[in-house]
């Protein structure tokens, strides 16, 4: 929708109006707030795929997954379900956090048996692309330029994904540190060697590293999410920061950042130490390297934040669905007047009920069609208003 | 007939025009020597309101204009006049424009013209033309080149001039309606011309025979729902 304004300069008086020409149709998002069961029960099956939880056996898992399948049958928005659901294993794949990968592709071949073949393509596709990187990754380590060119002591591997096939991530920003940045452009030229033509987008946010640190109390390893790292390694070259320098630093977007820092100096693991102490990180805070750091165990997890989900990556889960379900609408609008050219409007609506998988409401789609008869895919009748007439 | 006329730059109000006849032209001259005079002065009372540099009447014009008719630029005559001399562009006309809509009246003085704007609501009101004038009255207000719609403030002032006499009660709600919503900013010219069948056909204010499964624009279902909650 775009919108140009026109103003009129004052010498001008127009006898009449002034309008302020608006160009474009109203799009509304078909947003119905009741439908959570979907969103609901992908969040269970995540809970039971995730490693870490309550141990269950195989059988065990088997058999919920089964019970799970029953209630799956009933919802109705199963777009919503799958936005879901693949939100949630792409975590659990990218993240290493599946509890069984059997149990992921049991429950794969569960839907496609429910849903047939359409509604799992991608899904499957996640997983191929997995198994893919896989061998990327043996063959980066093989490679000359990661022999050559890769410091000795890192390691790096990189999972390469199919934009198709995975949930869309929006971009986010981060000024990465040189080195790690170095080892991105000798990834990036090991794979392009292989596969040239192909465009390769860095999806930071998704990112995790294991960091080495030592602390007075002890030596550590610490299993960060990228964005963290950029952070801590900040304090490599200062001993305190304040949120302001780390914002300048590192680029991240500010909740993002807030999120970060409390992750790193709020949580049970703090790493680094808030001044002042407290729960959230306003603008006047100030960051240290926490010297008395210590802890049970050499291996520290402190990426938690990049498996819990922020109520706005749900939100937006669920519009995009909901935004998709537009564009079907109209497809199928168009669809049905080109092959009918003539149609009565309630005999318009009750085809595309029996067409669409999804539930809509009738206004919804009278929204729909009178979207198209703006854009002229269709006019009204002149001699009967109840009747569309297909636009070539 | 056909006519040049040939304006000298730095002068105004050019009265010498060369004029041409053709052979059927003649025949016919003796008759329309008194219409050739006509046309002649509807087309010098085009010119005193004319613009100079553009050769058309532009807003100011149209305002001396209306100040010489007494009449106020906002009235709906104007918009009458304009429906009838079929005019293109908001706050123009064209010479064209001006002879298309005054000769059948003949109106070549400004007397003359202000009884032409009591004769047009006569000639609005008449059910044939009354669709065609609304139509044209919602394109007259499309000023930008690709525009489909106008925005909801001036769609309110255009439904009250040009719908209002005839739907009062009609239009007041619906005015009212539009300002409260936020569903649309803008009405195009579908949802224009169904509010139009609605007040045709639409029983009021009880909607009895309004059945928003029909193909009525969203809008209007949205615009009966808010009426039969405003009076439970």
Known sequence: MGCSFVLCDDHCSFPFF??????????????????????????????????????????????????????????????????????????????????????????????????????????????????????????????????????????????????????????????????????????????????????????????????????????????????????????????????????????????????????????????????????????????????????????????????????????????????????????????????????????????????????????????????????EYLERDKNNPQIYNYLA | MRRSSSKKTGQSNSTSASITFSATDLFRSASSKASSKEMERIDNLFYSYANRSSGMIDPEGIETLCSDMEVDHTDVRILMLAWKMRAEKQGYFTLEEWRRGLKSPRADTVNKLKKVLLDLEKEVKRPSNFVDFYTYAFRYCLTEEKQKSIDIESICQLLDLVLGPHFRAQVDYFVEYLKIQSDYKVINMDQWMGFYRFCNQISFPDFSNYDPELAWPLILDNFVEWMRAKTT
């Not at chain 1, 049991?106 to 359409?118: D, N």
């Not at chain 1, 452009?185 to 960091?211: A, P, T």
């Open chain 1, 18 to 375: 002034i309008p302020f020409p608006f160009l474009g149709s109203i799009s509304g998002i078909l947003l119905d707030v009741h439908n959570r069961s979907a969103e609901l029960i992908a969040k269970f099956l995540d809970e039971k795929l995730r490693a870490g939880n309550k141990v269950t056996s195989e059988e065990e898992l088997e058999g919920t997954l089964e019970k799970v399948l029953v209630l799956f049958r009933f919802i109705q928005g199963k777009d919503v379900f799958e936005a879901f659901y693949k939100k949630d294993l792409a975590k659990r794949l990218l993240l290493g956090k599946s509890a069984s990968i059997d149990a992921e592709k049991s429950m794969i071949s569960k839907l496609k048996t429910e849903c047939g073949s359409q509604f799992t393509n991608k899904l499957e596709g996640m997983f191929k692309d997995i198994e893919l990187s896989k061998e990327i990754n043996e063959s980066f380590k093989q490679s000359s330029q990661a022999r050559t060119k890769l410091p000795s002591g890192i390691e790096l591997s990189v999972h390469v994904l199919t934009t198709g096939y995975w949930p869309t991530y929006p971009p986010m920003d981060v000024r990465l540190p040189h080195e790690l940045n170095v080892y991105q452009d000798i990834f990036k030229e090991f794979y392009l060697s292989k596969y040239s033509g192909r465009r390769l987008m860095w999806q930071n946010s998704l990112g995790h590293c294991v960091l080495k640190a030592e602390f007075p109390k002890g030596k550590k390893e610490l299993a960060v999410s990228l964005f963290q790292t950029v952070v801590l390694m900040l304090f490599n070259d200062a001993q305190k920061l304040s949120f302001q320098d780390i914002k300048d630093s590192t680029g991240i977007e500010d909740k993002e950042l807030r999120r970060t820092l409390q992750s790193l100096a709020c949580g049970k693991v703090r790493v680094l130490q808030k001044l002042p102490k407290g729960r959230d990180v306003d603008d006047d805070d100030s960051f240290v390297f926490n010297e008395g750091f210590a802890a049970p165990l050499y291996r520290i997890k402190v990426n938690a934040i990049q498996m819990k989900e922020t109520v706005e990556e749900n939100t937006s889960t669920t519009e995009r669905v909901f935004q998709d379900r537009q564009y079907q609408v109209d497809a199928a609008i168009v669809r049905i007047m080109k092959t009918r050219k003539v149609l009565s409007h309630t005999l318009l609506i009750t085809e595309l009920f029996q067409q669409l998988k999804f539930p809509i409401k009738p206004a919804d789609l009278k929204k729909r069609i009178e979207s198209l008869i703006d854009r």
